[in-house]
């Protein structure tokens, strides 16, 4: 029944990309608790670049030198961090129970 329904079986083969071995490897190191745990730690360092470029306005630094651009994006970095505690003073202690 095969030779009749595929009568060029060099056609029909699915070939292995020569580099389905390194996928391999990426995915087993993906199902890792430690790789998720690092992807969620990567998103929220990842959300507060993404805040202080789209909210704060810091996707371009204005001070020229790369002291004066350390000092401009610490400055951006420590408003970022009075603004977070601000709000997680507000709230008031976490409730037990």
Do not use: W
Not at 71 to 89: G, S, V, W
């Amino acid at each position: 029944m095969k030779a009749k329904c595929c009568p060029n079986p060099s056609i029909r083969k699915i070939v292995r990309s020569v580099h389905e071995a390194a996928r391999d490897v990426a995915r087993r190191i993906a199902a890792t608790p430690e790789y998720v745990r690092s992807r969620h730690e990567r998103k929220k360092v990842e959300m507060l670049f993404a805040h202080l470029k789209r909210i704060l306005k810091l996707d371009r630094l204005r001070l020229r030198g790369m002291s004066r651009a350390s000092d401009e994006f610490t400055l951006a970095a420590a408003l970022q961090n009075l603004r977070r505690l601000a709000k997680f003073t507000s709230q008031g202690p976490p409730a037990t129970g």
